[in-house]
């Protein structure tokens, strides 16, 4: 069987190119649908657009964070340098906020804020600035393959969990078939018992056509009490789960057959004649359940 794919896991790749060092480190959790996140120093904002592109690459599902951290192999060869255009744009939305009482701003807060701070030898060198970007959007790459694989793990880890639950609730199914099957019985005993009780000197005698009466009546009783299209339905359902286990990414697609398990587990119950599938019926819905928050985990 394919394995599936798991939501949480860690990545990390180290690389230099020039003056340049810098690490990557790539985590996720789960997540409806696929959502990156992009922390970096300043001179390296350009990267967002190649972290989400490489996570579109490699995932489906999850919440990402990608953080880069940087640092130059001799910091007396070149420094940063102030984008004064954008500072005092900055400057200016600040003494505003202060003149209707906001705290000031603080220089490393100003000197923090995305494009004040700039590389200068990287923007004066287009090819040198080229190089380290593609390096840097390789080790970013790098770092979510490494996560890719870390959540390929805990996927195996899911599949034979996964697959046991869906094995019980097969386990589960066949038993309230067997038990289904004496509902049309348990009705007309419990039918004919209750006629009993409340017109005990009725006989077949005295009333001619009770016994074909209680036959039909229990009959109706029992068309209603029929569970054999729930039960097809979850056999169904079963099929397609192990199905989708072999064509991943399949998390999607299991959220929804998780409530449509749950809504024919749910009718079954409500249908129930006896105590006994009654029972299996909310064993049933137990196991589907623990189903559903493991198929949280899967991408």
């Avoid at 130059?72 to 940063?80: C, F, I, T, V």
């Avoid at 005092?88 to 009482?101: F, H, I, V």
């Avoid at 000031?104 to 287009?126: I, K, T």
């Amino acid at each position: 069987m394919t394995a599936i794919s798991g939501m949480t896991g860690f990545g990390r790749a180290e690389a230099a190119h020039g003056a340049w060092t810098w690490s990557v480190e790539a985590r996720s959790v789960n997540g409806r649908n696929l959502e990156v996140r992009f922390r970096g120093p300043p001179g390296f904002d350009s990267l967002e657009a190649a972290a989400k592109a490489s996570a579109r690459r490699h995932f489906n599902r999850g919440q990402i964070t990608v953080g880069v951290q940087a640092r130059r192999a001799d910091p007396g060869a070149a420094a940063l340098r102030v984008n004064e255009a954008i500072l005092a744009r900055y400057l200016t939305l600040a003494n505003q906020l202060a003149e209707e009482g906001a705290t000031p701003p603080s220089a490393d807060g100003l000197l923090g804020l995305r494009g004040v701070l700039e590389a200068p030898e990287e923007a004066e060198d287009p090819e040198a600035r080229a190089a380290v970007e593609a390096a840097r959007a390789a080790s970013i790459d790098a770092a979510l393959a490494a996560l890719k694989t870390s959540r390929d793990r805990e996927g195996a880890q899911l599949l034979p969990v996964v697959a046991d639950f869906i094995d019980r609730i097969e386990a589960f199914v066949a038993a309230a078939e067997t038990e289904a099957a004496a509902q049309v019985d348990a009705i007309r005993d419990r039918f004919t018992r209750r006629l009993t009780e409340l017109a005990p000197d009725l006989t077949d005698a005295g009333a001619p056509g009770l016994h074909d009466r209680i036959v039909l009546e229990a009959a109706a009783l029992a068309t209603k009490a029929d569970v054999r299209e729930e039960l097809d339905r979850l056999t169904a359902h079963l099929a397609s789960a192990r199905t989708l286990l072999r064509q991943p990414p399949a998390g999607r697609k299991l959220d929804f057959l998780m409530q449509e398990f749950m809504r024919e587990a749910n009718t079954l119950c409500s249908k129930s004649a006896t105590t006994a599938l009654t029972g299996i019926g909310l064993e049933l819905k137990a196991v589907i359940e623990q189903l559903r928050e493991q198929v949280q985990n899967v991408e």
